[in-house]
């Protein structure tokens, strides 16, 4: 049972534009959200994440919202940039430790941005 | 810090046989995960260890192994390797799980294996 829905699958942006990416979840224990980023033939690594306590977190161009009554979170990427293109990962975990603790990552988001 | 590192990058394994995909970190991380990553599948947690000597099943551990004796080391070890191995595998590694500051995960570059 996937935990985590992505979308879209993969996306293509132009140079300058904002690409969207959207997260949702089913477990409300949940109460961390990261979003990670992959380039090609690298490990993911952690571009920004949040706590439920807040609905934004923004870190340069990259922005997370967070709505918590629907149960669903987006990376906002503003100004995109050709060096942005890689796939993002949206990811959860759970405040109660264990197997919970873990994180649960979605199925990814390929980012294309053309110049 | 070299970080995390995995050895090796690419192998090619025939079905039947058997190989350690080796996973160092030199942060003194009581956590350490092994994902597997299927194309347009995301990241699946294979086993995970919350310190030396403690190893735990995450979501898809049949056909592997782990053990986990020092604080640096987390090998993971395919038996009798199927096509369905197939696979890129990331190690992982965390300061702590869910509490505090310190949760984020640190990946390695990968480990590319082919099952043939």
């Known amino acids: 049972q996937q935990q985590v829905k992505q979308s879209p699958q993969s996306l293509i942006v132009q140079k300058g534009g904002i690409s969207i990416i959207n997260c949702a979840y089913e477990n409300t224990a949940f109460d961390y959200f990261p979003w990670y980023q992959q380039f090609p033939g690298k490990g993911p690594a952690l571009l920004i994440a949040?706590?439920?306590?807040?609905s934004e977190k923004k870190e340069g161009r990259f922005t997370i919202s967070f709505n918590k009554s629907a149960k669903q979170f987006s990376l906002h990427i503003m100004d995109s940039q050709p060096g942005d293109s890689a796939t993002y990962f949206c990811a959860a975990s759970s405040r109660y430790g264990g197997s919970q603790g873990n994180l649960i990552f979605g199925k990814g988001t390929k980012l294309s941005v053309k110049p | 810090n070299a970080g995390v590192t995995q050895t090796p990058k690419f192998h090619i394994l025939k079905i039947g046989q058997s190989m350690t995909l080796q996973c160092t970190q030199d942060?003194?991380?009581?956590?350490m995960y092994w994902y597997r990553q299927d194309p347009g599948m995301g990241l699946k947690l294979i086993y995970y260890s919350v310190g030396a000597g403690i190893t735990d099943k995450g979501e898809v551990p049949n056909g592997y192994n782990v053990s986990r004796s020092t604080t640096e080391d987390f090998p993971l070890r395919l038996e009798l390797a199927a096509p369905s191995q197939t696979s890129v595998y990331f190690c992982?590694?965390?300061?702590?799980?869910?509490?505090?500051?310190?949760?984020?995960?640190?990946f390695g570059p990968g480990t590319r294996l082919t099952v043939l």
């Open positions: 942060m003194n991380h009581n956590y």
């Open positions: 992982a590694s965390s300061y702590s799980q869910t509490s505090g500051l310190y949760n984020e995960q640190f």
């Open positions: 949040i706590r439920p306590d807040v």
